[in-house]
Protein backbone atom coordinates (compact mmCIF):
# COMPACT_ATOMS: atom_id res chain seq x y z
CA UNK A 1 0.00 0.00 0.00
CA UNK A 2 1.21 3.47 -0.78
CA UNK A 3 1.22 5.70 1.86
CA UNK A 4 -0.57 9.46 0.30
CA UNK A 5 1.82 12.19 2.24
CA UNK A 6 1.24 15.46 1.11
CA UNK A 7 4.91 17.30 1.50
CA UNK A 8 6.34 14.00 -0.29
CA UNK A 9 3.71 14.84 -3.11
CA UNK A 10 4.63 18.09 -3.04
CA UNK A 11 8.53 17.29 -3.03
CA UNK A 12 8.24 15.17 -5.72
CA UNK A 13 5.97 17.40 -8.12
CA UNK A 14 9.16 20.41 -7.06
CA UNK A 15 11.61 18.37 -8.02
CA UNK A 16 9.96 17.26 -11.60
CA UNK A 17 9.23 20.90 -12.15
CA UNK A 18 12.56 22.08 -11.81
CA UNK A 19 13.69 18.74 -13.99
CA UNK A 20 11.14 20.14 -16.64
CA UNK A 21 12.68 23.87 -16.27
CA UNK A 22 15.75 22.52 -16.63
CA UNK A 23 15.38 20.70 -19.58
CA UNK A 24 12.72 23.51 -21.55
CA UNK A 25 14.55 26.71 -20.51
CA UNK A 26 17.55 26.31 -22.85
CA UNK A 27 14.91 25.36 -25.74
CA UNK A 28 12.77 28.76 -24.43
CA UNK A 29 16.01 30.73 -25.23
CA UNK A 30 16.92 29.01 -28.35
CA UNK A 31 13.22 30.24 -29.34
CA UNK A 32 13.76 34.03 -28.24
CA UNK A 33 16.88 33.85 -30.14
CA UNK A 34 14.96 32.36 -33.34
CA UNK A 35 12.68 35.44 -32.89
CA UNK A 36 14.51 38.29 -32.67
CA UNK A 37 16.66 40.88 -35.26
CA UNK A 38 20.52 40.63 -35.88
CA UNK A 39 20.02 43.93 -33.59
CA UNK A 40 18.44 42.43 -30.86
CA UNK A 41 19.77 39.05 -30.27
CA UNK A 42 23.10 40.83 -29.72
CA UNK A 43 21.30 42.79 -26.98
CA UNK A 44 22.82 42.94 -23.19
CA UNK A 45 21.06 41.32 -21.43
CA UNK A 46 19.41 39.25 -23.68
CA UNK A 47 16.09 39.80 -23.90
CA UNK A 48 13.37 37.33 -22.28
CA UNK A 49 10.74 38.00 -24.45
CA UNK A 50 10.05 36.37 -27.51
CA UNK A 51 10.08 38.69 -30.79
CA UNK A 52 8.15 38.97 -33.97
CA UNK A 53 10.71 37.79 -36.70
CA UNK A 54 10.66 33.88 -35.95
CA UNK A 55 8.79 32.98 -39.08
CA UNK A 56 10.80 35.00 -40.97
CA UNK A 57 14.06 33.66 -39.43
CA UNK A 58 12.50 30.04 -40.69
CA UNK A 59 12.45 30.94 -43.67
CA UNK A 60 15.66 32.61 -44.09
CA UNK A 61 17.42 29.50 -42.68
CA UNK A 62 15.27 27.09 -44.87
CA UNK A 63 16.20 29.07 -47.79
CA UNK A 64 20.24 29.94 -47.06
CA UNK A 65 21.03 26.30 -45.82
CA UNK A 66 19.23 24.70 -49.07
CA UNK A 67 17.38 22.42 -46.48
CA UNK A 68 14.74 21.45 -48.90
CA UNK A 69 17.63 19.40 -50.22
CA UNK A 70 18.79 18.14 -47.29
CA UNK A 71 15.93 17.20 -45.41
CA UNK A 72 15.30 14.78 -48.02
CA UNK A 73 18.93 13.20 -47.72
CA UNK A 74 18.50 13.19 -43.59
CA UNK A 75 14.78 11.28 -44.18
CA UNK A 76 16.38 8.65 -46.53
CA UNK A 77 19.46 7.92 -44.61
CA UNK A 78 17.72 7.67 -41.36
CA UNK A 79 14.52 5.25 -42.70
CA UNK A 80 17.54 3.42 -44.35
CA UNK A 81 19.84 2.98 -40.98
CA UNK A 82 16.86 2.10 -39.24
CA UNK A 83 15.06 -0.66 -41.39
CA UNK A 84 19.18 -1.97 -42.17
CA UNK A 85 19.32 -2.58 -38.53
CA UNK A 86 15.95 -4.06 -37.45
CA UNK A 87 16.15 -5.84 -40.11
CA UNK A 88 20.01 -7.46 -39.56
CA UNK A 89 19.18 -7.82 -35.34
CA UNK A 90 16.10 -9.62 -35.88
CA UNK A 91 17.43 -12.28 -38.23
CA UNK A 92 20.65 -12.61 -36.20
CA UNK A 93 18.86 -12.81 -32.57
CA UNK A 94 16.49 -15.35 -34.41
CA UNK A 95 19.75 -17.43 -35.74
CA UNK A 96 21.35 -16.91 -32.48
CA UNK A 97 18.60 -17.70 -30.64
CA UNK A 98 16.72 -20.61 -32.30
CA UNK A 99 19.43 -22.45 -34.51
CA UNK A 100 21.87 -24.57 -33.04
CA UNK A 101 25.32 -24.26 -34.82
CA UNK A 102 28.97 -24.53 -34.24
CA UNK A 103 30.65 -21.18 -32.03
CA UNK A 104 26.99 -19.77 -31.99
CA UNK A 105 27.75 -17.86 -28.27
CA UNK A 106 31.22 -17.28 -29.75
CA UNK A 107 29.54 -15.31 -32.64
CA UNK A 108 26.94 -13.79 -30.06
CA UNK A 109 29.84 -12.51 -27.62
CA UNK A 110 31.50 -11.20 -30.64
CA UNK A 111 28.73 -8.92 -31.71
CA UNK A 112 28.32 -8.08 -28.23
CA UNK A 113 31.94 -7.00 -27.16
CA UNK A 114 31.69 -4.75 -31.03
CA UNK A 115 29.58 -2.66 -28.32
CA UNK A 116 32.49 -1.07 -27.19
CA UNK A 117 33.89 -0.19 -30.99
CA UNK A 118 31.62 2.14 -32.38
CA UNK A 119 31.75 3.87 -35.91
CA UNK A 120 34.04 6.98 -34.54
CA UNK A 121 36.68 4.77 -33.45
CA UNK A 122 36.68 3.03 -36.58
CA UNK A 123 36.55 5.55 -38.63
CA UNK A 124 39.37 4.96 -40.62
CA UNK A 125 39.27 1.86 -41.51
CA UNK A 126 35.63 2.11 -42.05
CA UNK A 127 36.09 5.17 -44.36
CA UNK A 128 39.05 3.22 -46.22
CA UNK A 129 36.56 0.29 -46.70
CA UNK A 130 33.51 1.94 -48.72
CA UNK A 131 35.70 4.44 -50.34
CA UNK A 132 37.02 1.58 -51.94
CA UNK A 133 34.82 -1.28 -51.61
CA UNK A 134 35.43 -3.47 -54.28
CA UNK A 135 39.14 -3.25 -52.91
CA UNK A 136 38.52 -6.74 -51.36
CA UNK A 137 37.49 -8.33 -54.73
CA UNK A 138 40.82 -6.84 -56.58
CA UNK A 139 42.92 -8.52 -54.05
CA UNK A 140 40.79 -11.98 -54.81
CA UNK A 141 41.41 -11.62 -58.62
CA UNK A 142 45.05 -10.98 -58.36
CA UNK A 143 45.44 -13.98 -56.17
CA UNK A 144 43.75 -16.16 -57.79
CA UNK A 145 45.12 -15.14 -61.01
CA UNK A 146 41.65 -14.47 -62.23
CA UNK A 147 42.70 -11.03 -63.55
CA UNK A 148 46.11 -11.65 -65.23
CA UNK A 149 43.66 -15.22 -66.85
CA UNK A 150 40.76 -12.33 -67.72
CA UNK A 151 43.95 -10.18 -68.99
CA UNK A 152 45.66 -12.53 -71.12
CA UNK A 153 42.59 -14.72 -72.67
CA UNK A 154 39.88 -11.23 -73.47
CA UNK A 155 42.55 -8.19 -73.03
CA UNK A 156 40.23 -6.67 -70.76
CA UNK A 157 41.44 -5.00 -67.44
CA UNK A 158 39.82 -6.71 -64.72
CA UNK A 159 41.22 -4.39 -61.97
CA UNK A 160 39.78 -1.15 -63.44
CA UNK A 161 36.34 -2.49 -63.67
CA UNK A 162 36.26 -3.17 -60.11
CA UNK A 163 36.06 0.08 -58.64
CA UNK A 164 33.20 0.73 -56.59
CA UNK A 165 33.55 4.29 -54.73
CA UNK A 166 30.42 4.96 -52.52
CA UNK A 167 31.46 8.21 -51.21
CA UNK A 168 28.75 11.06 -51.80
CA UNK A 169 26.25 8.23 -51.99
CA UNK A 170 23.32 6.96 -49.66
CA UNK A 171 24.10 3.66 -49.95
CA UNK A 172 27.82 4.83 -48.22
CA UNK A 173 26.35 7.05 -45.73
CA UNK A 174 24.03 4.07 -44.77
CA UNK A 175 25.92 0.88 -45.18
CA UNK A 176 28.38 1.23 -42.45
CA UNK A 177 26.02 2.35 -39.69
CA UNK A 178 23.73 -0.67 -39.74
CA UNK A 179 24.85 -3.38 -37.75
CA UNK A 180 23.84 -2.82 -34.38
CA UNK A 181 24.80 -5.14 -31.68
CA UNK A 182 23.00 -3.53 -28.74
CA UNK A 183 19.68 -4.16 -30.75
CA UNK A 184 20.35 -7.72 -31.89
CA UNK A 185 21.27 -8.25 -27.74
CA UNK A 186 17.64 -6.61 -27.02
CA UNK A 187 15.86 -8.79 -29.36
CA UNK A 188 17.96 -11.80 -27.87
CA UNK A 189 16.83 -11.36 -24.95
CA UNK A 190 13.18 -10.98 -26.02
CA UNK A 191 13.25 -14.29 -27.82
CA UNK A 192 14.84 -15.89 -24.95
CA UNK A 193 11.38 -14.69 -23.23
CA UNK A 194 9.04 -16.44 -25.75
CA UNK A 195 7.72 -19.91 -24.84
CA UNK A 196 9.05 -23.02 -26.09
CA UNK A 197 6.14 -24.46 -26.51
CA UNK A 198 5.10 -21.67 -29.44
CA UNK A 199 8.05 -23.16 -31.25
CA UNK A 200 7.19 -26.79 -30.57
CA UNK A 201 3.34 -25.91 -31.57
CA UNK A 202 4.74 -24.22 -34.89
CA UNK A 203 7.12 -27.36 -35.56
CA UNK A 204 3.80 -29.90 -35.04
CA UNK A 205 1.90 -27.65 -37.39
CA UNK A 206 4.46 -27.95 -39.96
CA UNK A 207 5.76 -24.13 -40.07
CA UNK A 208 8.89 -23.86 -41.26
CA UNK A 209 11.41 -21.53 -39.47
CA UNK A 210 11.14 -18.70 -41.62
CA UNK A 211 7.09 -19.20 -40.92
CA UNK A 212 7.42 -19.36 -37.53
CA UNK A 213 9.88 -16.49 -37.50
CA UNK A 214 7.34 -13.98 -39.52
CA UNK A 215 3.88 -15.49 -37.85
CA UNK A 216 5.07 -15.44 -34.63
CA UNK A 217 7.92 -13.96 -33.45
CA UNK A 218 7.48 -10.52 -35.55
CA UNK A 219 3.33 -10.03 -34.33
CA UNK A 220 5.01 -10.47 -30.93
CA UNK A 221 8.17 -8.14 -31.28
CA UNK A 222 5.74 -5.29 -32.43
CA UNK A 223 6.17 -3.32 -29.46
CA UNK A 224 9.93 -3.78 -29.29
CA UNK A 225 10.72 -2.85 -32.73
CA UNK A 226 8.40 0.16 -32.34
CA UNK A 227 10.39 1.02 -29.16
CA UNK A 228 13.50 0.37 -30.68
CA UNK A 229 12.49 2.58 -34.31
CA UNK A 230 12.78 5.64 -32.22
CA UNK A 231 15.56 4.84 -30.96
CA UNK A 232 17.41 4.18 -33.97
CA UNK A 233 15.50 7.14 -36.03
CA UNK A 234 17.05 9.81 -33.34
CA UNK A 235 20.55 8.24 -33.83
CA UNK A 236 19.84 7.83 -37.50
CA UNK A 237 19.36 11.91 -38.01
CA UNK A 238 21.64 12.50 -35.11
CA UNK A 239 24.79 11.31 -37.01
CA UNK A 240 27.24 14.10 -37.52
CA UNK A 241 30.49 12.62 -37.73
CA UNK A 242 30.34 10.19 -40.18
CA UNK A 243 28.26 12.61 -42.78
CA UNK A 244 30.77 15.55 -41.98
CA UNK A 245 33.78 13.23 -43.01
CA UNK A 246 31.79 11.17 -46.19
CA UNK A 247 30.08 14.11 -48.09
CA UNK A 248 32.14 16.33 -49.87
CA UNK A 249 29.30 16.95 -52.15
CA UNK A 250 26.99 19.60 -50.57
CA UNK A 251 24.05 18.27 -52.29
CA UNK A 252 24.96 15.04 -50.19
CA UNK A 253 24.91 16.58 -46.86
CA UNK A 254 22.54 16.11 -44.22
CA UNK A 255 20.36 18.21 -42.29
CA UNK A 256 22.58 18.65 -39.33
CA UNK A 257 25.67 19.53 -41.62
CA UNK A 258 23.07 22.07 -42.77
CA UNK A 259 22.47 23.86 -39.40
CA UNK A 260 26.40 23.66 -38.52
CA UNK A 261 26.90 25.50 -41.21
CA UNK A 262 24.78 28.14 -40.02
CA UNK A 263 25.81 28.59 -36.89
CA UNK A 264 28.17 31.40 -36.82
CA UNK A 265 32.04 31.65 -36.61
CA UNK A 266 34.31 34.02 -35.47
CA UNK A 267 34.86 36.12 -38.42
CA UNK A 268 31.08 35.84 -39.94
CA UNK A 269 28.12 37.74 -39.00
CA UNK A 270 26.87 36.45 -35.94
CA UNK A 271 23.19 35.53 -36.90
CA UNK A 272 22.30 33.50 -34.36
CA UNK A 273 18.30 34.03 -34.87
CA UNK A 274 18.80 32.56 -37.87
CA UNK A 275 21.22 29.57 -36.62
CA UNK A 276 18.59 29.02 -33.52
CA UNK A 277 15.37 29.01 -36.02
CA UNK A 278 17.15 26.46 -38.00
CA UNK A 279 17.28 24.49 -34.95
CA UNK A 280 13.59 24.30 -34.39
CA UNK A 281 12.98 22.96 -37.72
CA UNK A 282 16.42 20.81 -37.85
CA UNK A 283 15.08 18.54 -34.54
CA UNK A 284 11.19 18.59 -35.50
CA UNK A 285 11.30 15.23 -37.36
CA UNK A 286 12.22 13.30 -34.27
CA UNK A 287 10.56 15.52 -31.43
CA UNK A 288 7.41 14.08 -33.92
CA UNK A 289 8.36 11.01 -34.03
CA UNK A 290 8.60 10.87 -30.18
CA UNK A 291 5.16 11.95 -29.72
CA UNK A 292 3.49 9.93 -32.04
CA UNK A 293 4.77 6.77 -30.75
CA UNK A 294 5.71 7.56 -27.27
CA UNK A 295 2.78 5.04 -26.14
CA UNK A 296 4.30 2.22 -28.33
CA UNK A 297 7.66 3.72 -26.70
CA UNK A 298 6.93 2.54 -23.50
CA UNK A 299 5.01 -0.25 -23.68
CA UNK A 300 7.94 -1.59 -25.40
CA UNK A 301 9.93 -0.96 -22.90
CA UNK A 302 7.70 -2.14 -20.09
CA UNK A 303 7.37 -5.53 -22.80
CA UNK A 304 11.44 -5.25 -22.66
CA UNK A 305 11.24 -5.41 -18.70
CA UNK A 306 9.18 -8.44 -18.38
Not at 32 to 43: F, I, K, M, P, R
Not at 73 to 95: E, Y
Not at 284 to 298: D, N, S
Amino acid sequence: MIERNLGLTIFCHAVLLLGAAAVCLPLYFAFVAGSLTLQEVQQTPFPWVPGTHFLDNIATAWNQGNFSRLYINSLIVTVGIVVGKLMISLIAAFAITYFRFPFRMTAFWLIFVSLMLPVEVRIIPTYEAVADAAGPLRWFADITGISWLVGSVTGYQLEAALQWNMVNTYSGLILPLIASASATFLFRQFFLTVPEELCEAARLDGAGPVKFFLDILLPLSRANIAALSIILFIYGWNQYLWPLLFTTDAEMQTAILGLKHLVPVSDAEPAWNIAMSAAFFVMLPPAVIILLMQRWFTKGLVDSGK
